[in-house]
């Protein structure tokens, strides 16, 4: 089902070069500066790098910290919806 995914679904630059990921990453980064200010201002006060985080749930399509019933869900909204 994943190879499906990132051969079939997303965009080819996704994997590839990983510029999607990139791209997907500071998007990331934006909004949490936007909406949680002070946490990412508290993360950068201990040298925490929002970037580990994000780059990992991006590579594993978030599969790798969520729930099994949470990803059967999100999977399955992921092939409906796109």
Not at 12 to 28: A, P, R
Not at 53 to 68: E, G, I, K, M
């Amino acid at each position: 089902m994943f190879v499906q995914i990132t051969e079939s679904i997303l965009p080819i630059d996704y994997y590839s070069d990983m510029l999607g990921i990139l791209i997907d990453q500071k998007v990331f980064e934006h909004l949490m500066k936007k909406e949680f200010p002070k946490l990412v201002a508290h993360m950068e006060e201990c040298s925490y790098s929002l970037d580990l985080v994000a780059f990992q749930w991006l590579v594993t399509l978030f599969f790798n910290s969520l729930s099994y019933q949470t990803e059967k869900f999100v999977l399955s909204a992921f092939l409906i919806k796109g």
